[in-house]
């Protein structure tokens, strides 16, 4: 195993890149008829039932200020005012910057990144059973994801790390994201004073000049369909939007509970949220990076369950991918979405057709693109694993076909001719290391050679690696002043409140 | 679950389809560039090394006559001779006649026809494990395949009944096919006699003067690639051609092995074998219906097994999906293939991938869509219900999005209004039936309700599934005479010849 681990090194390095550069797709969904439908749609929504922002008089005024109707904490938008809005400024690319320059990545365009889990309170892996979060699971998962190839950003809770103070963890689970990996990792997302702290570490780290200048953190603000924002979303919203750092508004709806039961009606009922929040971060900072999101699940109307990996959420992420590029701004969405309860066939049935769907529908920034179970309520350390190979798979095959005269191979054809094989050629030699992307996970050998070593199935394969990884781990370290100074930072907000069991 | 099963009668019927009108995609892989590329370098192929046809004289004089360049086995082709001669008369689509017409599928352009698995000596199930299929497999999944209304078509060899003599049991499949099911089916695919036995047998089923005007059968025929067809491939062809029914020329290649290590290679042997075989299909019988088959897989480096769901084959399928509707015949690829010994995670990461990728590149007939494992070595009955549910979700994805007064629901999202939900509302309640499909393996529950069911997996609850599936098998009937002159002829053709463990 550890053979084939250094192997990986060398001869798959044309992919071990910061982010994905597509050259597949994005797929239309929509055609240009009913992607007007949609728009106009939304804006009939914005007009004429308009969303709420609940306690926070501060973004009634800025609206009131823009010649928004508001009426109590309702808000009402003449048509094209959302829209107008965003295009003016928003830009349609940037860069978010990680401690290590060759890490950071370009969001926008034909790029995609690839983020862990994003929320789960539980943790599940074949040894230790489900059960809940800890910090030491989150440290782990921090460990693991930076061990993972085909992962580009650290994330954000990657567990929700339930043996802390629910007031103060943000602060640890940003120590950690600083401290064991160097790639790009997201701010606090719940409040207005965490996505202060959460910036204030980011100047510890990076200066504050920096960060004055530069997008280092990310944060997924999301709506409570349908067509309300709270403070807690709005808080981190404007705190991160005046920083200049990037803001996903993404409206999360269950069709039939949270959103119309339809495609059709949740697509303009997103398009309106995002494009409210939208104009919203430009109103605040002109300029300032945002992204269209969407996480438009499907319920189970037997039992009202949320559901993963249907055709209605491939339907509406593709098109909800159309719509963003029609805004001019990047897009943000899920990835390896699933019900399962276990790292078994429905986890990665529903989670192949995810990740793919988001891929296919050009999405930039890919929330989950590993280890979500349960509807978000576990991270698997397995999933993770079975769910890495399908990023790398991911990331090779969006890397587009090679037409180079060596990959056209036509001397190996002709020398080689009819009734021979291809394996003592030349040609294959030369290409056998760099030709074919090699996942770690599937077992391709006979049935008698699967049984002789144990006949495990691809979940219990992942349990062997991920201990692997972690024991593979390889500190990125960090300069001890900062470490410090962070450390410092933490241990100064912690004192200033109590521990609470809430947020 | 009986409930359930009589509730989707009601509610799914929309895609209840006898076969899938694509409103999606396809999607293109190559630049108008990129394809002119490989064009040319499967003409060049054709030119500069040939093709080889062995143990059939006939074919070589076909060959010969239409003035292509014929030394010993050896064919070479003038460039732009095959496209010339296929697309002068090959038609872009046919319709496959099933003895219900109501599940006739039409093969060309937009549609996608969904086959079982195809090959497999081994048959696998959680009671009864991996073991030798018998007939008595055969016609269970025969059986179970009529009960999936998510596939299309009843296929060939659904597994191998090697308990039956080699040299007969062609008889024995076709006879289940057309007992069993009132779904299309293929022709015996191994030599001319075979194949004569396929269309004898349609003829008393559909009538001679029917089957000679209609196309009732399906025949895959493969090339032993790189660049040899043999006299068991190519009888069947000129048998099914002259008759004049569908045949689909399909190169099998494995990269590495029996075609370059690169994509680009890969593609245009591909293109080269399949325009010789469609060029011969056209020059034995002008308007005959052919498809474009490939069968392009990828080959581990390191061991020499194949392997599957890989980004290569992606790619693979998407292009020769654009070089197919080029040539102006449809389509044919494989399914949900898988290298895994079990229906795991592996097999669901693997066939999930496989099957999308078909039908973005817009498969006409996608082989093995259900129940491959192993490598093609195995029909798993949990694997053939696990992709039974991705069959059915690909059918409503490219279903394609609605866009109607009602779907829009702009009258749901006004009424139910900001912070509400749309459980309660009118318009969730007309549509809960069939807004969202309704898979019938995913587990979307809570962990505690999941735990108390029995903590089940998929596979687990696929095993029920299947035996359900089988218990409230419909038999479609069949006429009694035609019944009886089946059996008639079948017993007069095994008299003929002694059996035989060969064929």
Same mark, same amino acid.
């Given at each position: 195993?550890?053979?084939?681990?250094?192997?990986?090194?060398?001869?798959?390095?044309?992919?071990?890149?910061?982010?994905?550069?597509?050259?597949?797709?994005?797929?239309?969904?929509?055609?240009?008829?009913?992607?007007?439908?949609?728009?106009?749609?939304?804006?009939?929504?914005?007009?004429?039932?308009?969303?709420?922002?609940?306690?926070?008089?501060?973004?009634?005024?800025?609206?009131?200020?823009?010649?928004?109707?508001?009426?109590?904490?309702?808000?009402?938008?003449?048509?094209?005012?959302?829209?107008?809005?965003?295009?003016?400024?928003?830009?349609?690319?940037?860069?978010?910057?990680?401690?290590?320059?060759?890490?950071?990545?370009?969001?926008?365009?034909?790029?995609?990144?690839?983020?862990?889990?994003?929320?789960?309170?539980?943790?599940?892996?074949?040894?230790?059973?489900?059960?809940?979060?800890?910090?030491?699971?989150?440290?782990?998962?921090?460990?693991?994801?930076?061990?993972?190839?085909?992962?580009?950003?650290?994330?954000?809770?990657?567990?929700?790390?339930?043996?802390?103070?629910?007031?103060?963890?943000?602060?640890?689970?940003?120590?950690?994201?600083?401290?064991?990996?160097?790639?790009?990792?997201?701010?606090?997302?719940?409040?207005?004073?965490?996505?202060?702290?959460?910036?204030?570490?980011?100047?510890?780290?990076?200066?504050?000049?920096?960060?004055?200048?530069?997008?280092?953190?990310?944060?997924?603000?999301?709506?409570?369909?349908?067509?309300?924002?709270?403070?807690?979303?709005?808080?981190?919203?404007?705190?991160?939007?005046?920083?200049?750092?990037?803001?996903?508004?993404?409206?999360?709806?269950?069709?039939?509970? !949270? %959103?119309?039961? +339809?495609? @059709?009606? &949740?697509?303009?009922?997103?398009? /309106?949220?995002? *494009?409210?929040?939208? #104009?919203?971060?430009?109103?605040?900072?002109?300029?300032?990076?945002?992204?269209?999101?969407?996480?438009?699940?499907? !319920? %189970?109307?037997? +039992?009202? @369950?949320? &559901?993963?990996?249907?055709?209605? /959420?491939?339907? *509406?992420?593709?098109? #909800?991918?159309?719509?963003?590029?029609?805004?001019?701004?990047?897009?943000?969405?899920?990835?390896?979405?699933?019900?399962?309860?276990?790292?078994?066939?429905?986890?990665?049935?529903?989670?192949?057709?995810?990740?793919? *769907?988001?891929?296919? #529908?050009?999405?930039?920034?890919?929330?989950?693109?590993?280890?979500?179970?349960?509807?978000?309520?576990?991270?698997?350390?397995?999933?993770?694993?079975?769910?890495?190979?399908?990023?790398?798979?991911?990331?090779?095959?969006?890397?587009?076909?090679?037409?180079?005269?060596?990959?056209?191979?036509?001397?190996?054809?002709?020398?080689?001719?009819?009734?021979?094989?291809?394996?003592?050629?030349?040609?294959?030699?030369?290409?056998?290391?760099?030709?074919?992307?090699?996942?770690?996970?599937?077992?391709?050998?006979?049935?008698?050679?699967?049984?002789?070593?144990?006949?495990?199935?691809?979940?219990?394969?992942?349990?062997?690696?991920?201990?692997?990884?972690?024991?593979?781990?390889?500190?990125?370290?960090?300069?001890?002043?900062?470490?410090?100074?962070?450390?410092?930072?933490?241990?100064?907000?912690?004192?200033?409140?109590?521990?609470?069991?809430?947020?």
């Amino acid at each position: 195993m550890a053979r084939r681990g250094k192997k990986r090194e060398v001869d798959q390095s044309t992919i071990r890149a910061p982010y994905i550069d597509r050259k597949i797709g994005p797929l239309p969904v929509l055609s240009q008829e009913g992607l007007e439908l949609i728009e106009a749609n939304a804006d009939r929504i914005l007009a004429e039932t308009g969303m709420e922002f609940h306690d926070d008089p501060e973004i009634l005024q800025i609206f009131a200020e823009a010649g928004c109707d508001v009426m109590g904490t309702r808000v009402r938008f003449a048509p094209g005012f959302c829209r107008r809005t965003i295009t003016a400024t928003a830009p349609a690319s940037y860069t978010q910057h990680a401690r290590n320059p060759a890490k950071s990545v370009r969001v926008g365009g034909s790029t995609s990144v690839l983020c862990p889990s994003w929320g789960p309170p539980f943790v599940q892996d074949l040894d230790r059973g489900r059960r809940y979060a800890s910090y030491e699971d989150f440290t782990d998962l921090v460990k693991l994801h930076h061990m993972i190839p085909w992962l580009h950003h650290s994330g954000g809770v990657v567990c929700e790390p339930v043996d802390l103070p629910a007031n103060k963890r943000h602060l640890d689970m940003l120590y950690a994201h600083i401290r064991w990996s160097d790639r790009p990792f997201m701010g606090a997302f719940i409040g207005a004073e965490r996505a202060g702290h959460a910036i204030d570490m980011a100047r510890i780290l990076f200066g504050a000049d920096y960060v004055a200048q530069n997008p280092v953190l990310y944060c997924v603000s999301n709506t409570n369909a349908p067509l309300v924002m709270d403070a807690n979303m709005s808080g981190a919203l404007k705190t991160y939007a005046l920083a200049g750092q990037p803001v996903a508004c993404t409206p999360w709806t269950l069709t039939g509970a !949270m %959103s119309p039961t +339809t495609v @059709a009606g &949740t697509l303009a009922q997103v398009l /309106a949220e995002a *494009m409210a929040c939208l #104009a919203l971060v430009q109103l605040i900072n002109p300029g300032a990076p945002c992204l269209m999101g969407s996480f438009a699940s499907t !319920m %189970s109307m037997q +039992t009202g @369950a949320p &559901t993963f990996g249907t055709p209605e /959420a491939g339907q *509406m992420v593709l098109a #909800a991918g159309q719509l963003a590029r029609r805004l001019g701004v990047p897009f943000h969405t899920v990835g390896t979405l699933s019900a399962s309860k276990l790292p078994d066939g429905q986890s990665q049935q529903e989670g192949t057709w995810g990740l793919l *769907m988001s891929m296919f #529908a050009g999405a930039n920034m890919i929330n989950h693109a590993t280890g979500w179970l349960e509807g978000g309520l576990v991270t698997g350390y397995e999933k993770t694993m079975m769910d890495a190979d399908l990023c790398g798979k991911v990331a090779r095959f969006f890397d587009g076909i090679d037409l180079s005269e060596n990959a056209q191979a036509m001397e190996a054809i002709a020398e080689t001719g009819p009734g021979k094989h291809f394996l003592g050629s030349e040609h294959t030699q030369s290409n056998f290391l760099g030709a074919l992307f090699r996942p770690d996970l599937p077992d391709n050998n006979s049935y008698e050679h699967w049984s002789g070593a144990g006949a495990l199935d691809m979940a219990q394969r992942a349990n062997a690696l991920w201990k692997q990884r972690l024991a593979e781990y390889e500190d990125p370290g960090l300069d001890p002043a900062i470490d410090e100074a962070l450390q410092d930072y933490i241990a100064r907000r912690k004192s200033e409140t109590e521990d609470r069991a809430y947020f």
